[in-house]
């Protein structure tokens, strides 16, 4: 409950910028700072709490607590003088709003975000070092583009001199690196002669091509090295306390042994809501040999055994057949469910999916197709109709059962959102376009059921949305440096650009609003709206230039020369450096979760669930869903592929040196 | 030499691209196929001698030599076929000109090509189904934007119609993905209503960014779990030989060993022109403790031991010490000596190179710039010769002392060129922009140097130097897929677009000679020398093609739609699948060369040669190079963070299962 309240301030917080000038929303003064006082107040709030609980000296040796004082401080002064100066009627520029996204990573509950922060910061001294080196190959490409290209009076497509001010063939260079100006910035040269491809090409290959990819290796390896070294001391703590714990509970001289009695009362207490089942299943794998007891080895796993979701299900009779036994039992209830089990079942309804989409793909003004969406709406209800009385309701809502969740929202939202536009439509008193884009919305969505049926499609996607939570992490990372561009750009360029709605009789829409723009490609592009006049403009922006196409052009004709650097700031920051970790995970999380085989304790639990298919009679285990937890995830990325639980475990076992084939020369 | 002359007979096949219509340079047909067949016959007799000197049943089992007569059969009578069109004045297609890179492939000596391209076939199947995957993406989200924006009436910026055509959508979003149309396509819905930003921000989040990233995920895994089952075999059967020879070398009886005669004679046999001491050195390594024989296991690492590049330098004496060793000796010429070896005299040299750098951006025809150039290329000559002056020269120029062979050779070079283009000048007699542009080069390549004083600089570019030949792999690669697109393309494209030179009076300039393109955007930005019209501007365009952006553009104007397909399969071919190896080959090389440490060999092998630095008096062993071969470069990268190498002698050591702290069930 304090967790979400803490996050709520925190949002309500960052939101006000919705509010403040330039707003979206324009509220009073006094209004927002009402609400930023109570949001810093309850930070401290919390704060203060937290000192109280905590030992003074592990407090204020943490620094996000102390990051959090001075956030909070630099946060009252700041509208104080904001106030003051306000009032007396000068210039203020409100810049502690740079600082709130900080909370988000300082608060306790931001682990992974302050994890993701940190490996970005050991991964700095290495990206700056190949950053030098690599603006040092832009500066002496440019010098040579300068001595080559500048005295050929070339020009460019607008007329400008081609090449000949130092500064300005920098900055283009940089930009093709982006390759955002290719192939235009080489066209004057190769125009005039051939030969002049050779050097962009040359420049292409080792700038965009080669640098990028070292910088992407860089990132990759040092996030990977600092996670797993992380990782390698969560594992090496987990070790020490369960080996810790045996030590405590071992009986029995020469090999000491935990009893069974012992290690089912510490599974009791450290997971009170397990079920008997999963219990005894986890004391089987361990006890493999059933002995009654287990030694060190098996004993130090239970915690990795825990960490495995186990999903148990138990294998009910369906509702109908308690209530109408006669009925559900008879031939021809009996063949109903044996024909929606049957595997053409499935393949009818891709079937149908896939007619669907033809339809939908028609002109929904058609009143066959419009009437055609009704029957389709009705086979698909039957679907899951015919299901429900098929399987168990429990079972086919069980939480793991994403797709039956899924088809039965978008299905039942679409049948209302139907429902809904017809009785609009028929009464003709209203007709809403966006109840229509709902509907047309859901009925896309529908399509994508089609994927579930087929299996490596399925396998992919699943992929995809178990590494979707740990993806969320990087939502907030890009949400907070865009945070702080957004503020920062907002101060120095909101109001430079106008956009003038299309039926604007204003002659200032043809170059929003900016005489410096006009006749210029930006305002005949149409890219008045890309601007920095409220926040939510300004995260779509921030969000064109990440993609980094035409960032040049959005920029060049915005405002002074040297907005430039914010720019190249930004595409440093962002492109270069979160992207690059956004791929490094991706590439890493995906390759452990899809193409790595399951590790050995997951197999070995999943061999136990087999074996034992006829001993655990009223429950059924699923096969396994994978870890639950961040760290299990993060714990098996770092251990598959490497001999990091060897090392871990290198204490307890001495003979493991041999299997190492190097000879050491002492 | 033969190998070389089978290259030679290759490029001038491929080289008949720039005579053959569409050509460059137009050569009459007869001329063309006149040579092309003596380097079918060429190829005919290469591969004839192979199968006398091969078993005929390994020959033919060989996929690659039916590959090579194949493509000699269709290339003849392609030929036959368009000679005889030609003849009776008919249409005619080369289409065997597809076929030549193919070659390139096939020769046995493009063993790293073929093993390149197996990796991709072998990743092809999990490509193809994420491709599908992808694809199924863009419909959805296709479909999706023509059912909510398709009826709002909106316009592009050329005034078309927006979205209303799925098709055009498709392509549209396709183009999208690979942010070449960013932010133009988004920009009418975003005008229209800020909500559809969401939908391209999803659309992009999902597909650029997730979709490409797990497409490089795939590429990875796959290219090194393939790249590593194939060393794995190479290592294998290494270790297996050498197995084999310690069972014949072998004496004594309960623990076999090799006797140092017996190693050595060994050793001379397989490298003859091994130096004494190195061979020495490696049987210090070996006999770590100095018994005079070696086990198995010292013994099966010899390969490896010869494969690590050891450097051997005779310390000799400067040969003016031994032709006037009293001026040599003399106080004066000591100082210099010492000065020279000095870090400030390197230091000295980097503040010259940053201070000529000032130079060279001024304008060379202010006489001062034009003098100081003279003073700065007699300092660079002085700095050579004081090099040499206090190294002895043949060390200097030692094969892996880079940097000294690059200073020489630009600094001479640009003497010449300097004192050529001064007495061209001079005499009036001809300017040539061309010795002009060289002198220029020149002088911005010796800024470079500056490069090699900073430590961690030099560390990066040394290892791009390193893993440089394999990238060269990567240039044939492209190479063949850029000769086959061209060779298609030049076939369908040829003479759709006109260049016409900046003076030409021609009206057709303005739209390429091509009445379609009037006023687009394609004329607009001056594209026209983008085309098919002869393979040298076929590959421009190809390049440009991957770097991606305005490829759009570059094709929509061109010709008719349907030459999407042919731009698409590009994009997927040359952008998904080959820069995606690209990039994973860097991120693996660079990673392992820059980043790991050194492996056990290499560290025992330098720790000896610390040891015994007193031993081996006139020799001078330098830090080891790394690997020479390919091969070593590749088993170091599969070696490392793998155990490999472990599984590969386990055989050999049963004692190792101990190191798996997992427990199986069985």
């Known amino acids: ?81 904001y106030g003051a100066l306000k009032v007396s009627g000068n210039y203020a520029v409100r810049w502690s709003r740079v600082l709130r996204p900080l909370l988000l990573v300082n608060v306790t509950e ?74 235009d910035i080489m066209m004057p040269a190769y125009n005039y002669s051939s030969f002049f491809a050779l050097f962009f090409i040359l420049y292409i290959v080792i700038n965009t091509y080669t640098f990028m990819s070292v910088f992407l290796a860089v990132v990759y390896n040092n996030y990977k090295k600092y996670l797993k070294e992380e990782v390698r001391q969560l594992v090496r703590a987990k070790r020490q306390k369960m080996c810790h714990a045996f030590s405590l509970l071992k009986e029995g001289g020469e090999e000491p042994v935990v009893s069974k009695a012992h290690w089912n009362r510490l599974v009791r207490l450290v997971q009170p809501d397990i079920t008997n089942a999963h219990r005894e299943l986890l004391w089987n794998v361990s006890d493999h040999h059933n002995r009654g007891h287990i030694g060190k080895v098996a004993f130090v796993q239970l915690a990795d055994l825990l960490n495995i979701q186990v999903i148990t299900l138990k294998s009910r009779a369906h509702p109908l057949h308690t209530w109408i036994p006669a009925i559900y039992e008879s031939a021809v209830s009996k063949l109903i469910c044996r024909m929606v089990r049957h595997r053409m079942f499935v393949y009818l309804y891709d079937a149908i999916i896939l007619v669907n989409a033809v339809f939908i793909g028609l002109d929904e003004e058609d009143p066959v197709v419009s009437s055609a969406e009704w029957f389709f709406l009705t086979l698909y209800v039957l679907e899951i109709l015919l299901k429900l009385y098929t399987f168990e309701p429990r079972t086919f809502f069980a ?96 109001g ?63 405002t002074h020369v040297s907005a430039r650097i914010f720019f190249v700031l930004f595409h440093i920051v962002v492109v270069i450096i979160i992207m690059n970790i956004f791929v490094a995970f991706i590439l890493e999380a995906f390759i452990i979760e899809y193409i790595v085989e399951k590790n050995d304790l997951q197999t070995s639990l999943e061999k136990k669930i087999e074996e034992l298919n006829l001993c655990v009679e009223h429950l059924l285990f699923s096969s396994l869903a994978g870890y639950s937890t961040m760290d299990g995830l993060l714990q098996r990325m770092f251990e598959t592929g490497t001999d990091l639980s060897a090392e871990v475990i290198a204490d307890t076992s001495e003979d493991m040196n041999f299997s190492n084939p190097s000879f050491s020369p002492a």
Not at 11 to 24: H, N, Q, T
Not at 161 to 180: G, K, R, S
Not at 442 to 470: E, H, W, Y
């Open 399 to 494: 939480r793991h059962h994403f797709w039956n969740w899924f088809d039965t929202i978008i299905i039942v939202s679409a049948l209302l959102a139907t429902v809904i536009n017809a009785a609009l439509k028929s009464c003709k008193c209203y007709t809403s376009r966006q109840i229509l884009d709902i509907v047309f919305i859901l009925r896309v969505l529908r399509l994508i059921r089609v994927v579930d049926s087929i299996q490596r499609f399925r396998a992919i996607i699943n992929t995809l949305i178990k590494i979707g939570p740990l993806m969320l992490t990087f939502g907030q990372l890009i949400l907070v440096v865009y945070y702080i561009f957004a503020m920062v750009g907002m101060e120095l360029f909101k």
């Open 1 to 81: 409950m304090l967790h979400v309240l803490v996050y709520v301030f925190i949002l309500v917080d960052l939101a006000l910028a919705l509010f403040e000038e330039p707003a979206l929303i324009p509220l009073p003064v006094w209004a927002t700072s009402m609400i930023e006082l109570i949001c810093l107040v309850a930070f401290a709030v919390r704060l203060a709490h937290f000192a109280k609980v905590v030992p003074r000296r592990i407090f204020l040796r943490d620094p996000k607590n102390i990051c959090i004082i001075v956030i909070i401080t630099l946060c009252l002064l700041d509208m104080i003088i």
């Open 496 to 558: 430079k650009v106008q956009f003038f709605s299309a039926d604007s009789p204003d002659p200032a829409r043809e170059y929003c609003g900016n005489a410096l723009l006009k006749d210029t490609l930006f305002a005949r592009n149409n890219y008045c709206k890309n601007n920095f006049n409220d926040v939510v403009s300004s995260f779509v922006l921030l969000l064109e230039l990440t993609v980094v196409n035409q960032w040049h052009d959005i920029l060049r004709d915005v």
């Open 110 to 183: 931001g682990r992974q975000l302050r994890r993701a922060f940190r490996s970005i910061r050991n991964a700095l001294p290495q990206i700056l070092v190949l950053f030098f080196l690599f603006m040092f190959s832009v500066l002496i490409f440019s010098l040579m583009a300068l001595k080559l290209m500048g005295k050929r009076n070339l020009e460019t497509i607008e007329g400008a001199p081609y090449f000949t001010n130092y500064l300005d063939i920098v900055f283009d260079l940089y930009v093709l690196v982006t390759t955002a100006n290719s192939p």
